[in-house]
């Protein structure tokens, strides 16, 4: 123990002058869950919960982590299968993660199932604790009583989509198969179901059925998506499964680039569906192929004291749209570092002041820089404009500002962020006099 101790405060270096490092300790759990009762009064299904811990600073190597979980508020409602790295005692286990990472994992998957003798909508609640050796301090804490899994009982249908593997490296043009399947996990006959298909706007030719209604693609200040709702009358036992009549396929466009193949799928008759979680997924579909971004520049002029609309200009060459359907970030920012001798007196919509470096700047007019956020999507041929007004304070022959556009994070070129070919147009200036 004294061993891990030692390595998990000396992990980390600062310099003096460096900010005091925090870390935190947190438990990854289910906020609630619903237990089947059985099939035709047989023995309840068992259902797979994953629980695990994290931090917050990668800095810091935190290790020998015990996850306390108590189950003592089950009784009567649910039963619970403690994993190997459990070790029970009474109605509680401690369990062993030796190694706390900083992102969250299922590392402790408990198997749990409705007590016998359960009735639906009995409920109870399995709280955490957590501790491990690391951090600033030598030990980290999850906060206390802040962590729970809610379990109902239940009966009805619970239909699940198999899982699907991502889309990579596919051509625009290129036809691709889904493999949907749509299995009834639940207790309960599913009495007919929908199914609800969307596609981004760099797919096209979904497969057409007989049950479905199909919605094309519309430009309503949304990234544009197609849709198909189908209906089916199948009825689903426990256990069954259903697999469209013919195979769905997508084709991608000459625009594809980051796209997404969203489905979901619902009990029809207001039935209500055991587990919700599992009747939604979405299919990443990545395509090789490119989407230039360019900036423009302008060139003022003025006596000093005379104001100057300075116009920049972002473009999107194409041949792909962008869109991040995922995180909602800004698909680029535009940077204005303000050429000497004057300064902005507005700002338009969308920018934000800062200083050099990119820190807080207290007031809209006269920083040194403006970031200015493009939506988190942009069509093969966008373009916007944005025009900043300009005072020529000191008259600077020659002066000019750098004009520029960037991802949210990193740069283009690196990372994620390889799909523009030519990073000589993302640079400009803002020339004066």
Same mark, same amino acid.
């Given at each position: 123990?004294?061993?891990?101790?030692?390595?998990?405060?000396?992990?980390?270096?600062?310099?003096?002058?460096?900010p005091?490092q925090t870390?935190q300790?947190?438990i990854?759990?289910?906020?609630?869950?619903?237990l089947?009762?059985g099939?035709?009064?047989?023995?309840?299904?068992?259902?797979t919960?994953?629980?695990?811990?994290?931090?917050?600073?990668?800095?810091?190597?935190?290790?020998?982590?015990?996850?306390?979980?108590?189950?003592?508020?089950?009784a009567?409602?649910?039963?619970?299968?403690?994993?190997?790295?459990?070790?029970?005692?009474g109605a509680?286990?401690?369990?062993?993660?030796?190694?706390?990472?900083?992102?969250g994992?299922?590392?402790v998957? &408990? !198997?749990?199932?409705? *007590?016998?003798g359960?009735?639906?909508?009995?409920?109870?609640?399995?709280t955490?604790? $957590? +501790? =491990?050796?690391?951090?600033?301090?030598?030990t980290l804490?999850a906060p206390?009583?802040?962590?729970?899994?809610?379990?109902?009982?239940?009966?009805?249908p619970?239909?699940?989509?198999?899982?699907?593997?991502?889309?990579k490296d596919?051509?625009?043009g290129?036809?691709?198969?889904?493999?949907?399947?749509?299995?009834?996990?639940?207790?309960?006959?599913?009495n007919g179901f929908t199914?609800?298909?969307?596609?981004?706007?760099?797919?096209?030719? &979904? !497969?057409?059925?007989? *049950?479905?209604?199909?919605?094309?693609?519309?430009?309503n200040?949304?990234p544009?998506? $197609? +849709? =198909?709702?189908?209906?089916?009358?199948?009825?689903l036992?426990?256990?069954?499964?259903?697999?469209?009549p013919?195979?769905?396929?997508?084709r991608?466009?000459?625009r594809?680039?980051?796209?997404?193949?969203?489905?979901?799928?619902?009990p029809?008759?207001?039935?209500?569906?055991?587990?919700?979680?599992?009747?939604y997924?979405?299919?990443q579909?990545r395509?090789?192929?490119?989407?230039?971004?360019?900036v423009?520049?302008?060139?003022?002029?003025?006596?000093a004291g005379?104001?100057?609309?300075?116009?920049?200009t972002?473009?999107n060459n194409?041949p792909?749209?962008?869109?991040?359907?995922?995180?909602g970030?800004?698909?680029?920012v535009?940077?204005?570092?303000?050429?000497?001798g004057?300064?902005?007196?507005?700002?338009?919509s969308?920018?934000?002041p800062h200083?050099l470096?990119?820190?807080?700047?207290?007031?809209?007019?006269?920083?040194?820089?403006?970031?200015?956020?493009?939506?988190?999507?942009?069509?093969?041929?966008?373009?916007?404009?944005?025009?900043?007004p300009?005072?020529?304070?000191?008259?600077?022959?020659?002066a000019?500002?750098?004009v520029?556009i960037?991802?949210?994070?990193?740069?283009f070129?690196?990372?994620?962020?390889?799909?523009?070919?030519?990073?000589?147009?993302?640079?400009?200036?803002?020339?004066?006099?």
């Amino acid at each position: 123990m004294a061993c891990l101790l030692t390595a998990g405060v000396a992990a980390p270096a600062f310099a003096a002058d460096d900010p005091p490092q925090t870390d935190q300790l947190w438990i990854k759990k289910p906020y609630q869950h619903t237990l089947p009762l059985g099939i035709d009064g047989g023995q309840p299904q068992s259902r797979t919960l994953g629980v695990g811990i994290y931090h917050d600073n990668g800095n810091f190597t935190v290790t020998d982590g015990r996850l306390t979980v108590d189950v003592s508020e089950l009784a009567g409602v649910a039963e619970v299968t403690w994993p190997d790295n459990c070790t029970p005692s009474g109605a509680s286990a401690v369990c062993d993660i030796p190694v706390v990472p900083t992102t969250g994992a299922d590392q402790v998957l &408990l !198997t749990v199932r409705a *007590a016998d003798g359960a009735e639906v909508g009995a409920q109870g609640r399995i709280t955490y604790e $957590a +501790t =491990a050796t690391g951090g600033p301090d030598g030990t980290l804490t999850a906060p206390h009583e802040s962590f729970e899994t809610t379990l109902t009982v239940g009966s009805g249908p619970d239909l699940a989509i198999a899982p699907l593997d991502d889309i990579k490296d596919a051509q625009p043009g290129d036809e691709r198969t889904i493999p949907f399947k749509v299995t009834n996990n639940g207790n309960e006959s599913a009495n007919g179901f929908t199914v609800t298909f969307h596609t981004s706007y760099g797919l096209t030719d &979904l !497969t057409r059925y007989d *049950a479905c209604t199909y919605t094309a693609a519309e430009d309503n200040g949304y990234p544009p998506t $197609a +849709t =198909a709702h189908c209906t089916f009358d199948q009825v689903l036992a426990p256990g069954d499964s259903f697999e469209l009549p013919e195979p769905l396929t997508v084709r991608l466009t000459p625009r594809a680039l980051a796209e997404r193949f969203d489905i979901d799928v619902e009990p029809s008759a207001g039935a209500q569906d055991l587990d919700p979680r599992n009747d939604y997924t979405a299919l990443q579909i990545r395509a090789v192929n490119t989407a230039d971004f360019s900036v423009t520049g302008d060139a003022i002029s003025g006596a000093a004291g005379e104001t100057a609309t300075a116009e920049l200009t972002f473009k999107n060459n194409g041949p792909a749209w962008l869109g991040h359907l995922g995180s909602g970030d800004p698909v680029a920012v535009v940077r204005l570092i303000v050429p000497p001798g004057t300064k902005v007196t507005g700002v338009p919509s969308g920018c934000y002041p800062h200083t050099l470096d990119g820190g807080y700047y207290p007031r809209p007019a006269g920083a040194p820089r403006y970031d200015c956020y493009l939506p988190y999507w942009v069509l093969e041929d966008t373009q916007r404009t944005f025009a900043f007004p300009v005072r020529i304070d000191t008259v600077v022959p020659g002066a000019t500002g750098a004009v520029s556009i960037h991802p949210s994070f990193g740069e283009f070129g690196e990372y994620e962020n390889t799909f523009d070919p030519d990073l000589t147009n993302n640079t400009a200036v803002l020339a004066v006099n």
